[in-house]
Structures are given as structure tokens and as C-alpha cells.
């Protein structure tokens, strides 16, 4: 599921019917005019806190890298979207490790799994959340409403959408931890 259309989804359900042609007739060429009229682009942007609370609260994502330490240590600005550690294997085997001046130490120089929690960001309308949508991508359109109805000023509203957003973000945090694809980085 793209982001287009989740913003498509809490357009419709926040009646702002003035703007829902120009999600629905959207292009990658057009992207840069269309995040250039106000509303579209708040909604855009709360996309990213919405996403931000889901993996800290609610739904954490771990990544997994595969790195080779150098001077025992892997600079932490190398994690993609990095928000923290779960763990670090060396052999399948769960690993002490420090953090010290953004990198993470380990007790000797070698090939580490490092695991840690993964902050999703989106940067265009045209991005894919697939680990959403097969769970439940209403969760994020009801979400993306009530950010949006606080940013504005309607409680009322907020207060609905925000009920019906930690409801399905309730219902979903039991269910795992999901794992990216591994990937080999160096």
C-alpha cells in the first residue's frame, strides 16, 4: 500500500473533498505540486509522526544487518532509521556490547548480527508500506486523522479518530514483532 493512498483514505473520511481529485489524478511528476497545497502536505507530513508512534508503541519493526566491526566498534549512523538495539549476535550467539560516542562496541573485531528497532520514513506519496497493510492499514488512516483533527484544533473529531486509531494499534501490538528481510551491509 503507498502512502497516496492511505492520505486518499483520510481525505475521504475528513470530508476535505476540495483536495481528494488531486490525490486521485496524482503522478510522481506531479508529487512536487500536489505537496505544495498546505493540507496535503500537513497530512504528508503527520504520515511520519503516525508511523513514528505505531513502531514505538505499538508495532516495533527489527532489522537485522550483518556488519564487520572495525577497532571492535560499528558506527550506529550506519543503521538505517535506527531507533535501538534489541540485540548483537556474533555466531548466533547474543553478544555484550556498549555504546559509546554513536557506536556500538563489542569485546573483539569480527562478522556481528545487529539487530535493532527500525523506524519506517516516508519520502514520497509514492512509498510503499507493506508491513502495514498486511496487518491493518486502517490503523494508519485512522491515526493519520486524528493527528491531523489535533493539528487543527478539532477535538471532538480527535477524540473519535484517536479512539478507533489506539484501538486497532492495540489490536495489533500482540501480534509480533515484525522482521525485515536481512540484508548484508558493510
Known amino acids: 500500500m503507498e502512502i497516496i493512498d492511505i492520505i486518499k483514505q483520510s481525505i475521504h473520511l ?23 497545497k498546505e493540507e496535503i ?28 566491526t572495525t577497532n571492535k566498534s560499528y558506527p550506529i549512523k550506519n543503521l538505517i532509521n535506527f531507533y535501538k538495539i534489541k540485540n548483537v549476535k556474533k555466531n548466533n550467539v547474543v553478544e555484550n556490547y556498549k555504546i559509546i560516542s554513536k557506536n556500538i562496541v563489542v569485546e573483539n573485531d569480527g562478522e556481528y ?16 508500506l507493506d508491513f502495514l ?3 491493518s492499514p486502517e490503523v494508519l488512516v485512522y491515526g493519520l486523522c486524528a493527528f491531523y483533527c489535533l493539528s487543527i484544533g478539532l477535538f471532538d473529531e480527535f ?19 515484525f522482521e525485515l528481510p536481512k540484508r548484508k551491509w558493510e
Do not use: W
Not at 21 to 34: G, L, Q, Y
Not at 113 to 128: A, G, Q, R, T
Not at 159 to 177: F, G, M, S, W
Open 14 to 36: 475528513l470530508s476535505l473533498n476540495e483536495f481528494y481529485d488531486v490525490v486521485d489524478n496524482a503522478s510522481k511528476e506531479s508529487e512536487e505540486d500536489i505537496l505544495k
Open 41 to 68: 502536505k500537513k497530512l504528508f507530513n503527520i504520515t511520519n509522526l503516525v508511523l513514528h508512534d505505531l513502531c514505538t508503541n505499538y508495532l516495533p519493526i527489527v532489522n537485522k544487518q550483518i556488519v564487520n
Open 113 to 128: 548480527e545487529i539487530n535493532y528497532y527500525y523506524l519506517p520514513k516516508v519520502n514520497s506519496l509514492f512509498d510503499e
Open 133 to 135: 497493510s498486511t496487518l
Open 159 to 177: 477524540k473519535i479518530y484517536n479512539d478507533k486509531y489506539k484501538t486497532r494499534a492495540e489490536a495489533i501490538k500482540n501480534l509480533k514483532v
